[in-house]
Structures are given as C-alpha cells and as structure tokens.
C-alpha cells in the first residue's frame, strides 16, 4: 500500500514539473493539509463521545451482556466453533461495537477474534469456514448508529446530518442478510464437496 501511494505522489510530481504546475500543486498540499485538520477536529468530538459510551458499556458489563445475547444466535452461523468459545465473545462484541459506527473500536475486537479462530485452525495457511463468515459479517455489517457519516455531514455542514441513519440501517441490514445467504450457500456446496471426495 505504502508503493502504491509513493507511486501516486512521484507521478503528481512529475506532472506537475512537466506541465509547469508546480505553485498548483504546492496550494493542494497547503489546502489539504488545513482540510484534514478541520475534519479531525469535527470529527473528534463525535467519535470521542460514541468511543466513550463503549468504553462505559465495556467496563460496566453491559457489553458482555449484548455480546451474551447475540451469542446464541452466532452459534448458528457458526456450527464448526466449540460452545463457549473465546472467540464467539470477541465476534459477538466486534458486531455491536460496529453497529455504532465504531470501526476503530471494533478492529481490536476482530483482531482478537481472528487470532482466536485461528488456534482452531488445521491448516495455518487457509481460512476456515468460520474465519470467512466472520470476515462477511464484519465487511457488510449492520450499523444501527453510522458515527463517521453523521460526523462526515456535521462537518460539511448538513442540516440534519442525521437522517441517513434510516437509510443506513436498511442498507446495511439488506448487505448483512444478502452476505449471509451467500456464505451459507458457499459453506453448504463446499460440505458436499467434501463428501463426495471421501
């Protein structure tokens, strides 16, 4: 990733030099710089808040509680993991951190979930069933509370930077189900793969 946006900067560069559009170029940095600093800090306040209120619901168990209630219904969705297992806790709280619009809290939940899953792995190299339909779940999941867009429109002036939160949950909520349906399908192909090569 590194290569690919030192590419991007040197043939802007380059351009520049060639197309004598140097001072251009020299007023973008300048801009963009001052453009980033405003948007962290519209963004920082929301964030801080809604990363706030997770940490009190981590400390005061009532993350534990949600991820307890969720559990049961990702035991379905993922049969191969052993009940009680490490993992399915970090999965449940990653889903609910990230159904507030928490991303950054949620990725530690998914680091830890990933690493969990895989000590149940056989094969080091290769994802495991349950590995894939926690990635799906993760990518399309279901955000009840989007914080980065209604940060995003609050910056950029929106007058009521809210109202995409309807849109946002039949969006995500559509993305989820359809996320689903297709793993299931993949996992439910890939047994009777399995069978047949027995």
Same mark, same amino acid.
């Given at each position: ?12 560069? =380059? ?8 001072? &251009? ?8 710089? $001052?453009?980033?600093? #405003? ?8 964030? /801080? ?6 940490? *009190? ?31 399915? &806790? ?5 889903? *609910? !951190? ?6 950054? /809290? ?6 830890? /979930? ?9 094969? $080091? #190299? ?5 590995? *894939?339909?926690?990635?799906? =779940? ?8 989007? !914080?980065? *867009? =209604?940060?995003? @429109? ?24 359809? /996320?689903?349906?297709? #793993?299931?399908?993949?996992? @439910? @192909? #890939? $047994?009777?793969r399995d069978r047949r090569s027995i």
């Amino acid at each position: 990733m590194n290569l690919i946006w030192a590419f991007f900067i040197i043939i802007s560069i =380059i351009y520049s030099l060639c197309t004598g559009k140097l001072d &251009s170029l020299n007023t973008e940095i300048l801009n963009s710089t $001052k453009d980033a600093l #405003d948007m962290v800090m519209k963004i920082f306040p929301v964030m /801080a808040l809604w990363l706030g209120i997770m940490n *009190i619901a981590s400390v005061s168990g009532l993350l534990k509680k949600m991820s307890n209630a969720v559990a049961p219904f990702l035991s379905k969705l993922f049969p191969e993991l052993p009940k009680g297992h490490e993992s399915l &806790s970090f999965i449940a709280s990653n889903i *609910i !951190t990230n159904m507030f619009g928490l991303g950054n /809290a949620a990725t530690p939940f998914g680091l830890k /979930a990933m690493k969990s899953l895989q000590t149940l792995n056989p094969k $080091k #190299d290769t994802a495991t069933r349950s590995m *894939i339909t926690f990635l799906v =779940i993760n990518t399309s999941g279901v955000t009840i509370v989007p !914080t980065t *867009i =209604i940060s995003l @429109r609050m910056m950029h002036g929106s007058a009521n930077p809210t109202e995409v939160v309807l849109a946002c949950i039949l969006a995500t909520s559509l993305s989820t189900i359809g /996320a689903v349906f297709v #793993d299931r399908y993949y996992a @439910r @192909r #890939d $047994k009777k793969r399995d069978r047949r090569s027995i």
